[in-house]
């Protein structure tokens, strides 16, 4: 006792001499060595009672440097793992990070560089401050001033922490009610239902059946084993021995059983005279198991490449549609979408329409609350995006949705479609209103939300409003008329001038001003108040679109304004049309106003034209068609007819059977001289026809059918002379020129009519139709290189020209088509006869879904394009369904299409004269033939 006393004595000396920096560390030691070898404290004695009084100075100061309490009485030190690591052995010396460096071997040198090299890399070791392996001062020497520093910086850390901490708290809190009010507990939703429970009697609560066994099959009877699969080696040596058997008993071993072997060996089919039976496992049913799930796993990684998918990123929303399944769809098409937009969130999480597609998913397939919880999950990553609230609001119930769009509103406080929104989930008519106005104070220049608003309204109300939104949106059109109609006569006159200094380049404020005062009775004013605005809005740089006036006056026509119609017909008819074209176009537009039922527009167009054309026979037959089907004016039509033109043959007897017979209203030239041509009057026809000449000798067509009267009776000079006749008259007709080419070329004479269209080309310059035909004759002779020649220099003459553009198309070699086809997009992006040259040319490629489109196309720009509809009948006819042939065959009837020149060969034939559209689709589609 008293040499350890001398001991403990002595080491606490030497601790009071020497300080250690690891006093902490020692006492742990200490502790440790107590425990190992006995009392660490020294020895009771009397300086104890002292002790409480006056600390000695040695007894608060650190250990010295390796100093280990009872290391006399055979105590061993240690350290931590977080000083070193493991713990060291009780031989190993007992501190040594402040030892002297030694000398380094070879051995420890090619460690430390494989060490070096061994470094991991990964983003997961990597650090910001310190990079990679940790800190870059960690091997240095934890001195006095580190520890004073660490504790300086974790005072601050506390400080800090506490100074925030209740901000924090605060925050916190409010996050954990917001998400128990969106996603409450189980025991919140279930808190009406457990107050039921104490109305439940003792009868109800011994009547609750008892919770059955949940356990599987396998789990419940324990007569099931387990098994263990055989291994494909056993496959292998069972197929060498040559046995021609496929199954094995699996009650047997992997050899024949342990415990019941192969009386002769494996060659042995069924051991113990045993047959196959259902405990028997076929080994060929195996090997083709394992082969379809090899298949599977293939197929699975068939679309990774070197470990990188090939999948493109930027098409996952794109293929959404065909993505997502509908109810009762395949389960993986499922998984796979779910998949597939699970990553897009991830990748890119503030892209509305990932969420947006991500809770339809859910919706379709019927979780409704988790595509809530998703398109929830949305509007906090994508807080700036209506469509993401919108969709939120539609999946969310009742008064769940308003709590929606009111966080919405917070967001997004100028979003018309939000407050429209808003508005429509309420009930009350008040409440509408209330949102309504409440979005006009923060949005009051959306003119949605102001013809919204007035619907709303009482008229007074309404009128009151509109006052307030035309001086908030004043360039809106729809609200300066909506007023107009509100208010009284002289009030209107008001707001529609007004309307006009604020709009000056509108013809609806035009239009409307002109109804306004024919409903009041001022028809004197109504023709003026239109000339004036075709004046004004051609002085503001307006341009007139002929076709959109005539479609105005067609809706003053329904709406009964009749003067304001007519006066708008008078004043837009002829803008923009050629001199020649006159009468052609406006019989056109006649006929499209009585397609549309505009009765009085076309009344107006006739009247128009018989004042322009008061000597043209065909505008009086017309007209006088139109009176008898649609009106009663028709005698006296044909009265003013006979008087306008004398020359007619318009007889008494006429008048008298106006309704029984055709024949007698057909007695003006032309129509007299096809009706006798039709029913095979051939000499009276002739003569009819030389007749109207002597009176009529300007008029192309009847030089027409006096030559192909002649070519019908085989009279080609009779003809040539006709033509040649006619082209002396009237120079500029298309149409006789290539009769009189066609009619050489079918005699044999290319020369002259190789010479007659160079000689037509010469007097009209630029005319597409000509160049077309010359191009064509070469094609017909074979000589295909001259004809490529014309085609290039009528495409220098007229490159805009469609039918020319098309014909090129076809006059390439297969591989060139296409490249030709872009061409001819570009110089004539709508034309009909270039849209239905691609149609055909997908045809010839037999891509059937394209060619279809581009039918589609064509006879949507274009349904007077007889051709076009009898192409895309021919196609459907070898590419569609019965259906999809007779929806062509409807379409067609319905536009009643009247140009084309397949189809003016075909509906013009003499032949074909009483046969319907429908009729004529047919015969045209059997002329074609699809060689090009």
């Known amino acids: 006792a008293k040499e350890r006393g001398d001991s403990e004595a002595t080491m606490a000396s030497a601790a009071a001499k020497q300080p250690s920096k690891n006093a902490t560390k020692g006492s742990a030691g200490a502790g440790g060595g107590a425990a190992a070898g006995g009392a660490a404290v020294p020895l009771a004695s009397p300086l104890m009672g002292g002790l409480n009084k006056k600390k000695k100075p040695f007894l608060g100061m650190p250990a010295p440097l390796g100093y280990v309490p009872g290391l006399g009485r055979g105590a061993t030190g240690f350290t931590t ?19 002297p460096p030694g000398k380094r071997t070879v ?16 983003d997961t070791n ?42 924090r708290e605060l925050r916190e809190k409010e996050e954990i009610e917001k998400y128990r009010m969106e996603r409450p507990k189980i025991q919140q939703q279930f808190s009406d239902l457990k107050r039921k429970l104490a109305e439940v009697t003792e009868e109800e609560w011994l009547s609750i059946p008892d919770v059955g066994d949940a356990r599987n099959k396998r789990q419940r009877n324990p007569r099931y084993e387990k098994l263990t699969p055989v291994p494909d080696s056993f496959f292998a040596k069972h197929l060498q021995t040559g046995d021609n058997h496929t199954t094995v008993d699996p009650r047997q071993g992997q050899f024949g059983g342990l415990n019941t072997p192969f009386p002769g060996g494996l060659n042995t089919p069924y051991p113990g005279g045993m047959t196959p039976g259902a405990g028997e496992l076929d080994m060929r049913k195996i090997g083709q198991a394992r082969n379809t799930l090899m298949d599977m796993r293939l197929s699975q990684v068939s679309d990774s490449v070197s470990g990188q998918t090939v999948v493109d990123p930027k098409g996952y929303l794109t293929d959404l549609n065909s993505m997502i399944p509908t109810h009762g769809g395949d389960i993986s098409d499922i998984k796979k979408a779910r998949l597939l937009l699970k990553s897009v969130r991830e990748t890119n999480p503030h892209h509305p329409p990932a969420w947006i597609a991500s809770a339809r998913l859910e919706e379709v397939t019927g979780k409704l609350q988790v595509a809530r919880n998703l398109i929830m999950k949305g509007t906090e990553m994508c807080p700036k995006s209506e469509d993401v609230w919108l969709e939120a609001a539609r999946l969310q119930p009742g008064d769940t949705a308003k709590a929606v769009v009111a966080q919405a509103v917070r967001h997004l406080p100028q979003s018309v479609r939000i407050y ?90 035009w239009i409307t001003a002109a109804k306004l005062e024919e409903a009041n009775g001022n028809t004197q004013m109504v023709e003026k108040i239109i000339d004036r605005a075709i004046t004004s809005l051609r002085a503001n740089g307006v341009e007139i679109n002929r076709e959109q006036w005539i479609q105005d006056a067609e809706e003053c026509d329904k709406a009964g304004s009749v003067a ?21 176009t406006w019989m056109e537009d006649a006929e499209s106003c009585v397609a549309h039922n505009a009765l009085e527009c076309a009344r107006a167009i006739y009247a128009h034209a018989l004042q322009v054309f008061p000597s043209k026979k065909s505008v009086w037959l017309r007209a006088a068609y139109f009176e008898k089907s649609h009106g009663t004016r028709a005698r006296k039509l044909l009265a003013k007819a006979r008087s306008s033109a004398p020359t007619a ?72 002379e006709a033509y040649n006749q006619g082209l002396k008259k009237c120079p500029h007709s298309m149409p006789l ?26 007097k009209n310059p630029q005319t597409p139709e000509l160049w077309l035909e010359s191009v064509r004759l070469e094609y017909r002779a074979g000589l295909k290189n001259i004809s490529n020649t014309l085609m290039a220099k009528a495409l220098q003459e007229c490159p805009s020209s469609g039918i020319l553009w098309a014909e090129a198309v076809f006059l390439e070699a297969r591989p060139q088509r296409k490249t ?64 999809q042939q007779e929806e062509v065959k409807k379409r067609c009837e319905n536009a009643e299409p009247r140009h084309g020149e397949l189809w003016c060969t075909e509906s013009k034939h003499i032949l074909n004269w009483q046969k319907k559209i429908g009729e004529i689709l047919v015969l045209v589609a059997v002329k074609i033939k699809n060689t090009f």
Request: net charge negative; glycine share 4%.
């Open 420 to 509: 429209i929104r808003a508005a429509e989930l309420e009930t009350d008519i008040r409440a509408k209103k209330r949102v309504l106005r409440k979005a006009l104070e923060n949005v009051s220049k959306s003119v949605r939300l102001w013809k919204t608003a007035v619907e709303l309204e009482e008229p007074e109300d309404a009128r009151i409003m509109l006052s307030r939104a035309v001086e908030c949106c004043p360039t809106s059109v729809e609200l300066w008329l909506a007023l107009a109609r509100l208010e009284t006569y002289e009030n209107a006159r008001r707001v529609l001038n007004k309307a006009r200094e604020n709009i000056p380049t509108d013809r609806h404020i």
């Open 737 to 762: 020129w290539l009769l009189l080419s066609r009619l050489e070329e079918r005699v044999g004479q290319l020369t002259r009519a190789r010479a007659i269209l160079e000689k037509s080309r010469l």
């Open 81 to 99: 793992r977080s000083d070193i690591g493991p713990a060291r052995d009780a031989n190993d010396p007992v501190d040594d990070r402040h030892a």
């Open 107 to 122: 051995g420890d040198q090619m460690k430390k560089n494989q060490d070096d090299d061994d470094e991991d890399l990964n």
């Open 564 to 584: 304001t119609c007519q006066a708008v017909i008078r004043a837009v008819i002829g803008i923009g049309i050629e001199e020649e074209d006159c009468k052609h």
């Open 126 to 167: 990597y650090d910001e401050f310190n990079g990679y392996a940790g800190s870059l001062f960690s091997s240095g020497p934890y001195e006095k001033d580190d520890e004073e520093a660490d504790a300086i910086y974790a005072a601050l850390d506390k400080r800090m922490d506490e100074r925030r901490k209740e901000r």
């Open 820 to 883: 030709k086809s872009v061409d001819a997009l570009k110089k004539c992006e709508h034309d009909p006869h270039v849209l239905l040259a691609v149609a055909k040319l997908f045809w010839s490629e037999r891509k059937i879904t394209k060619a279809r489109e581009w039918f589609l196309r064509t006879v949507k720009i274009e349904p007077d394009l007889g051709d076009a509809w009898a192409f895309f009948y021919k196609f459907e006819l070898q590419h569609g369904t019965e259906e």
């Open 649 to 720: 043959r318009v007889s008494d007897r006429g008048f008298s059977v106006l309704v029984v017979e055709a024949r007698v209203l057909l007695q003006v030239f032309m129509k007299s001289v096809k009706l006798e041509w039709v029913l095979g009057n051939i000499a009276a026809a002739q003569e009819l026809c030389s007749e109207a000449l002597k009176h009529y000798e300007d008029f192309p067509k009847l030089w027409m059918m006096k030559g192909q009267i002649e070519e019908q009776s085989e009279n080609m000079d009779k003809a040539r």
